[in-house]
T-cell receptor, first 112, second 110 residues
Framework: DAEITQSPRHKITETGRQVTLACHQTWNHNNMFWYRQDLGHGLRLIHYSYGVQDTNKGEVSDGYSVSRSNTEDLPLTLESAASSQTSVYFC???????????FGPGTRLTVL | EDKVVQSPLSLVVHEGDTVTLNCSYEVTNFRSLLWYKQEKKAPTFLFMLTSSGIEKKSGRLSSILDKKELFSILNITATQTGDSAVYLCAVGYSNYQLIWGAGTKLIIKP
């Protein structure tokens, strides 16, 4: 069955370290999204991609970057982790011309 | 500014009750309205609505969209403890992104 996976599921890191969160989907979807979810803010879009070599900034992109070298993967990198980036991170994907997004299981990141 | 507002923010009912969750929106270039259920994990897709007045139904859950008044409701009848979750509303707009509401936390007491 097609699916979307994230790794690691839990991560503890220190302020200033570079961290990469992986997202891999086997739906063959063109569109991929990274969100963070915090109490009181709901889901907020960090970065998104409509296809290979395409990346775009979302509403809370400062301190984050992504790259899309193939259809299946959209890794999210925190260049220099800050305590304000402690959150739950979700990756999602959708088929080219459709709005319905399917989510990965999430990564809980703690920055100490 | 585009926005999606859900109400109530939280709701506690007893098993067997019927609940109605609300989602209102102000979004330029509206394409669709989606409902998701989130238990202690990732959001899972429930419904997508694009046309006014056409009810979508799945078991005890149903939803309808009013594009004139810019809102949608999600109804759950004969609630069960397994319906306890955060219900998220999102609106799709012109470039296949979603704008999310803050969610309604529903607690079903046995």
């Amino acid at each position: 069955d097609a699916e979307i996976t994230q790794s690691p599921r839990h991560k503890i890191t220190e302020t200033g370290r570079q961290v990469t969160l992986a997202c891999h989907q086997t739906w063959n979807h063109n569109n991929m999204f990274w969100y963070r979810q915090d109490l009181g803010h709901g889901l907020r879009l960090i970065h998104y991609s409509y296809g290979v070599q395409d990346t775009n900034k979302g509403e809370v992109s400062d301190g984050y970057s992504v790259s899309r070298s193939n259809t299946e993967d959209l890794p999210l990198t925190l260049e220099s982790a800050a305590s304000s980036q402690t959150s739950v991170y979700f990756c999602a994907s959708s088929e080219g011309l459709r709005d319905t997004q399917y989510f990965g299981p999430g990564t809980r990141l703690t920055v100490l | 500014e585009d926005k999606v507002v859900q109400s109530p923010l939280s709701l506690v009912v007893h098993e067997g009750d019927t609940v109605t969750l609300n989602c209102s929106y102000e979004v330029t270039n509206f394409r669709s309205l989606l409902w998701y259920k989130q238990e202690k994990k990732a959001p899972t897709f429930l419904f997508m609505l694009t046309s006014s007045g056409i009810e979508k139904k799945s078991g005890r859950l149903s939803s309808i969209l009013d594009k004139k008044e810019l809102f949608s409701i999600l109804n759950i009848t004969a609630t069960q403890t397994g319906d306890s979750a955060v219900y998220l509303c999102a609106v799709g707009y012109s470039n296949y992104q979603l704008i999310w509401g803050a969610g309604t936390k529903l607690i079903i007491k046995p």
